[in-house]
């Protein structure tokens, strides 16, 4: 099991590096340091590892790095970051829809994927875009708040 | 950590299904990999070697060509959602798609590798049996395709050889009088296995059921036309997702009067072969499978 030099270009920055090929994405990027991707599952259940793919929204435990090699990865730290802020970021926290903030990185990523493809989309849509993502606490009812936010404050 | 294995990348088909000659029974495929990865991780297997098919050009891709819906073996869940042929010639298989676990996963998720990974719950499953699927199967060899009916042979198990590869799921057009419906309960509405699913076809005599002639649908009743034929498909409810014969045959060449829907209802009930697991019990899953089926008769006419 030879480690091989794959490149990654993560949030705009390209890396080339070294990996066996049981490393799956989630563990490659949290030890490049990109640690707003979390790991909560490793199945595939929780989406909180959750990272755009070349623009789709996956879950990167169930991608091996090797997959990924010449990939464009964003991750909500690349859409945002505390002093410049992502529109969905922003609305997340205005709303009260971040509690313990576990699972929020992988809501901005599914909520971001949805919006590039649907920019008005129903609460209903809403809800389905963020079904792969389980928040622990529960906070469902703020989240959906805070996206919906997003948009009427688009259409005003 | 997942355990140790080791890697092949191929670019090309060719590449790919020389590999899985050569690597033969102990290599097997990968594409999304959302089966794979947490199976690898729970120990459910343990491959020496994985050959990623992810990405193959020869596997991208629907298309119709002579009466075909192509469905291409590296083709998404979220790509079948996305495709204007499937909505307009499949609407049934759309409608799998859409209960498929999570938007998340549906970017990643094969329909052939949810075939190939013979779980009896695959969402994408009874779709494809009522729609008359074949699985095209190719290796170094050749290529030979297997009806979906004759591709499962028990919980996770197939008719696919280790050294072949799922490249096509291929659905003959449907006849412009035909409707079908999936219907699915899980125990949460979205990213939940299914506890039963199930999906119906009817193929109806010309005419005679359609809108057009203003004879069918709720606002006539079922009894508008008649059904020339049936297909019932189950899933999660016995070792393999399953055909319900008898159900189907109660409906042809009849008309689909309330007392016609109860009784193949009733007769896919007693198809099954169902067991008490986490998400049910083998008693709740036959009531639920004559449910679904009823509505799903029920439900030909509205609006997936």
């Keep these: 099991m030879q480690p091989k030099l794959i490149t990654l270009t993560i949030n705009g920055r390209t890396h080339q590096v070294a990996l066996k090929p049981n490393v799956t994405l989630l563990h490659a990027l949290r030890d490049l340091g990109y640690t707003d991707v979390k790991n909560g599952c490793e199945k595939g259940d929780c989406g909180a590892c959750a990272v755009l793919l070349n623009g789709r929204a996956v879950n990167s435990c169930l991608v091996l790095a090797w997959q990924a090699d010449g990939a464009e990865i964003t991750t909500a730290a690349g859409l945002g970051t505390v002093d410049h802020p992502h529109p969905i970021q922003e609305a997340l926290a205005d709303s009260g829809g971040v509690q313990c903030g576990f699972c929020i990185p992988g809501i901005v990523v599914s909520a971001k994927a949805l919006l590039d493809r649907n920019p008005n989309p129903t609460e209903e849509e809403i809800r389905e875009a963020i079904s792969g993502n389980l928040c622990r606490c529960t906070g469902y009812a703020l989240i959906v708040e805070g996206i919906r936010r997003i948009i009427e404050s688009k259409n005003q | ?304």
Excluded at chain 2, 134 to 153: C, I, Q
Excluded at chain 2, 181 to 198: P, W
């Design chain 2, 1 to 304: 950590m997942l355990p140790e294995f080791e890697l092949l990348m191929p670019r090309t088909l060719a590449e790919a299904l020389e590999m899985l000659a050569e690597r033969a029974p102990d290599g097997m495929p990968i594409a999304g990999g959302t089966n794979v990865i947490p199976d690898l991780r729970g120990g459910r297997y343990r491959p020496a070697c994985l050959v990623n098919v992810a990405g193959l050009p020869e596997l991208g891709g629907i298309r119709q060509e002579d009466g075909i819906l192509v469905i291409g073996g590296g083709v998404t869940v979220a790509e079948v959602l996305d495709d204007p042929l499937v909505a307009r010639y499949a609407p049934v298989l759309r409608e799998a798609a859409r209960t498929l676990a999570s938007p998340l996963v549906r970017n990643r998720a094969t329909v052939a590798g949810n075939l190939a990974n013979a779980s009896p719950a695959a969402d994408m499953a009874p779709p494809l049996l009522v729609l008359d699927a074949e699985v095209e199967l190719a290796s170094r060899e050749g290529t030979r395709r297997v009806p979906l009916k004759d591709f499962f042979l028990g919980v996770r198990r197939t008719v696919r050889q280790p050294h072949e590869l799922i490249t096509a799921i291929r659905i003959p057009l449907p006849p412009a009088h035909s409707r079908a419906r999936f219907f699915k309960v899980a125990l949460r509405k979205a990213n939940a296995i299914a506890v039963v699913n199930s999906a119906v076809r009817v193929d109806w005599e010309y005419g005679l059921g359609s809108r057009e002639y203003g004879l069918g649908g709720r606002e006539y009743g079922w009894g508008g036309g008649l059904c020339r034929a049936a297909r019932i498909a189950l899933g999660a409810v016995a070792p393999t997702p399953i055909r319900a014969w008898e159900a189907e045959r109660a409906l042809e060449g009849q008309s689909l009067m309330p007392e016609v829907i109860a009784q193949a209802a009733r007769l896919a009930a007693e198809a099954t072969r169902t067991i008490d697991d986490i998400r049910g019990s083998a008693a709740y899953r036959r009531h639920v499978t004559e449910v679904l089926v009823r509505r799903a008769l029920e439900g030909l006419w509205s609006r997936e």
